[in-house]
């Protein structure tokens, strides 16, 4: 029961748990026999206008046909104080007092087996009002921050990707060879040697170095990203100390989440669980990168994590702007995390058979759409948005790059990796993102596709691009 701030409610909530759970005496006519309030079928079959006192409307009918479970349902509740306050005579039945002749009787007819309803008149009147018309808040991107193979910094980012840079090269953190897996070519053993794997990394200035050595990847890619996108959107300490922590958000996700930390847990286990690191388990779970982040800088708002595999950035991006147009927060930091590049990462893929196999040609590996493609390249890193409320943004005078319009979730509901043939969800998520930002279809001219390089992923995603963009020749595809 909820008192306070919804107190209006509180009392008719109680009423009606009383008038529903409770039996009360029924009438007795000369002869004895019950006139309960339900009528034999034949005089059922008689039709009465509906009675002028609301206090009628309230009845509720209980059938009983064993007593003691009426009693035990009875006893199960406790009401609220406004209701025993302003009920005495049914708070008595929930309090110790003496009983008397009338509530000795109840009893028995509690226990009768037979039919008997109550009208209970609510406290008083539960008023619906209803809320005024907002306008609706509008979200902005304000900051960027990024920890990639192809640089650590926006603008360096951006430009090797302009310059066809390829972040794709041999694996150095592992030696492939240790562990081989079949190519089912030749029956050939070998691995995969090749990803998207970030060479060289520092914590300096963004992590605590005792947090460092205990932490995944994953986590230290995310909080160095996360207060990178802060530092780029002019979030410095006297606009920290000015911003209202209540309103401030982290949802930054990650599909695979703390592998190697969990992983060497694991390997540590068979030597003696003392050898374990105490905090494995917290930091193999995803949403505690969020949560780090957030107890780094005191945010208090919405703080949580998605995991849906290659769109859980996607996910995270349109949640975050979601809790801003609600009003839930005025700052929040999204994006997503991973850093699945060790042997039981790598082993999981290549047994599905997911990965390309062009371990000799690293920059020319992934392909999407290309007629050769034989799979996509893992990779690793973290990218994350400072979103913000548009009016928010104007207020502290942030530097906006752009605007957040709608987005869209759907499922193909079909199978585990394997799309739908139709691609039907595909389409009906880009027509609902399209339909909730109010952009049409020949407005579009930039697409960043999925684009796994996988021979059936490809073909079925540009096969529903066409059939929603097919039309319009300034739509421009990228990966």
Known sequence: MIHSAASSMASPLCTWLVAACMSVTCHTDRAGTPKAALRSSKRSRRTKALPANTSQLNMRLISSLYGSS?????????????????HNAFSSLFRSTTPNRRHTRLNKLSHSGKTMAVAVEP??????????????RRVVVTGLGVVTPLGHE???YYNNLLDG?????????FDCAEYPTATFVLNILCFQRIAGEIKSFSTDGWVAPKLSKRMDKFMLYLLTAGKKALVDGGIT??????LNKEKCGVLIGSAMGGMKVFNDAIEALRVSYKKMNPFCVPFATTNMGSAILAMDLGWMGPNYSISTACATSNFCILNAANHIIRGEADVMLCGGSDAAIIPIGLGGFVACRA???????PTKASRPWDINRDGFVMGEGAGVLLLEDLEHAKKRGATIYAEFLGGSFTCDAYHVTEPRPD???VILCIEKALAQ??????????????ATSTPAGDLKEFQALLHCFGQNPEVHLSF
Do not use: W
């Not at 009426?70 to 302003?86: A, H, K, V």
């Open 70 to 86: 009426i009693q035990g349902l009875i006893s199960s509740f406790e009401p609220c104080d406004d209701y025993c306050n302003t």
């Open 123 to 136: 406290a008083h009147e539960v008023t619906a009002t209803k809320k005024p018309p907002t306008k609706q």
């Open 154 to 156: 926006p603008d360096v």
């Open 165 to 173: 840079v390829s972040g794709i090269s041999e694996i150095e953190t």
């Open 237 to 242: 300490e006297d606009v920290m100390d000015e």
């Open 355 to 361: 990965l390309s196999q062009r371990n000799t040609d």
């Open 423 to 425: 691609g039907a969800g």
């Open 437 to 450: 930002s109010g952009v049409s279809k020949e407005d579009v001219n930039y697409i960043n596709a999925h």
